[in-house]
């Protein structure tokens, strides 16, 4: 579906695309409005760079990561050096995530370091060889500073959504002859707002895409490790979500029944806001066994609910992931 190359001028086309569309359009809303884009520009970056700075605790605690230890995760360690040193870049803090969730994730900043973490839930349902693809995949991430991008990115449509509020209540106060087309263009504000939403989505799949391809450069055989992997992923969230169902209807009953148990795979709330981070979305699972069953399903086409979920999500679907894995 992608090569290389075709990837890069996709990427490098979007962020254009929404640069550029961000800065037409916040020239137009000075052209007709006296709008306070110095005042949002001041809410809104100093928000988003805090929240850049105190992410990886945020992540930490609300995933319970912790440093892999070197002697009980020596396999684990040994296996990010290596792929680290063969992507070009410095070993990460190699971390575990104490959650039964299988999944994996890149974070970190200038002040922590770059770390990589897996699940306990994902070392018990794939096989080590997957386990380094899906590192790879991550390493991937942290190689094209993904992370960097993506923060970058979210400010653009915080600032037409704290713009419009702005413009909205203004209207409210503000003379009769100016709250129509104050009005209005705090509506367009909105709206901007969330197509910027929708195309920087589309860019964060594309740095998925470009995380899967590099897991199958620089793992031997990484593009089938790496979609074997996924689809356990998938089969695991899947699993844990029909237990979580069965407890919630069997809590239902028993409203004494407390704990854990009643989030996906031990996650909190907080940790499964954080789905940009993870390899794979939790949201949307798949039900597939063997190899033959995944190429198949590789093959079917989206229905239209699968269209509409990827359309607003930060994962490709997992369909159009392995097709790109060219299986």
Known sequence: MFSNLKLKASMMASLGAIIGATTLALAIVLMFADAPILLSVLLVVPFFLLQWLFAPTIVEKAYKVEEADPQQYRQYHESVERIARQSGIDKPHVMIADMD????????????GDKVAITTGLLKRLEWEEVEAVIAHEIGHLKHNDSTYMMVLSILPALFLVLGRMLFYSSLFGSQNDSKPMILIAVASM???????????YFSRLREYYADRHSANVVRNGDQ????????????????KKQDSQ????RSRNPRAQG???MMGGASPMALSMKPLLIADPDVTGNLADRRQITEYAEQDLSLREKLMELFSTHPNIKKRLRALKL
């Open 101 to 112: 969730l299988p999944n994996a994730f890149a974070y970190g900043n200038f002040r922590s």
């Open 191 to 201: 709206v901007f707002y969330l197509i910027l939403q929708i195309c920087i989505m």
């Open 225 to 240: 490790k790496l979609a074997s992997g996924l689809m356990k992923i998938s089969n695991g969230i899947d699993s844990i």
């Open 247 to 250: 407890r919630s209807r069997s």
């Open 260 to 262: 854990m148990s009643g």
